[in-house]
C-alpha cells in the first residue's frame, strides 16, 4: 500500500483553503518523527451537524466536537479516516485565550487526528498535556502561514 492522503468534504462546507500538497508533507513528516509511515489518510471536513451525527452513529456520544479519529493503522503504518467539523474549529479558534487564527487551529486540529494514529492519547491523566505539547512541536515544523 502507497501512502495517500485526501482531502474531502461533506454537506455544507466548501473545501478549507489549506495547501494539501503542504499538509501532506508535514504529516508525512511529523509521522516519521513517531518512526511511523503514512498509509491512507482520509480528512473529512463536515459541519457541526455531520460531526454530531457521527459522533452518535459510532461512538454514542452526544455532543459536538472538533475531530473524530478512526484509526485503522496496521504496525507503523498509519491509516484512518479523520472527521473535522470546521464550525467547531471556527468557533474553538474565537475563544482561545487570546483567540487563534482559524488556520492555525484548523492545523493544529489536523495534525491532532495524525498524533491519535501515532498512538498519542489526550483522555488520561497527564495526557493532554503531552498531545498539547506534542501538538506545539508539530505545528512548529509547518511552514506554512497559520494567519
Not at 455544507?12 to 498509509?39: C, F, H
Not at 491512507?40 to 455532543?63: A, K, M, P, S
Not at 474549529?89 to 487570546?98: D, G, I, K, M, T
Not at 498519542?120 to 506554512?144: Q, T
Amino acid at each position: 500500500m502507497e501512502k495517500v492522503i485526501n482531502f474531502f468534504t461533506e454537506g455544507t462546507v466548501s473545501m478549507p483553503d489549506i495547501n494539501q500538497q503542504l499538509i501532506t508533507q508535514w504529516v508525512e513528516q511529523v509521522a516519521a518523527s513517531y518512526d511511523k509511515r503514512v498509509g491512507e489518510i482520509n480528512y473529512v471536513f463536515v459541519d457541526d451537524e455531520r460531526i454530531l451525527e457521527v459522533n452518535r452513529q459510532f461512538l454514542g456520544h452526544d455532543y459536538y466536537t472538533d475531530i473524530i479519529t478512526f484509526d485503522y493503522t496496521e504496525g507503523r503504518r498509519i491509516s484512518g479516516d479523520l472527521y473535522i467539523s470546521l464550525d467547531t474549529v471556527h468557533s474553538n479558534a474565537s475563544v482561545l485565550q487570546p483567540p487563534a487564527p482559524y488556520l492555525q487551529e484548523l492545523h493544529r486540529v489536523i495534525i491532532h487526528g495524525v498524533l491519535h494514529l501515532c498512538g498519542i492519547n489526550d483522555k488520561g491523566p497527564g495526557e493532554r498535556e503531552i498531545m498539547e505539547s506534542c501538538e506545539n512541536k508539530a505545528l512548529a515544523l509547518i511552514s506554512i502561514d497559520n494567519g
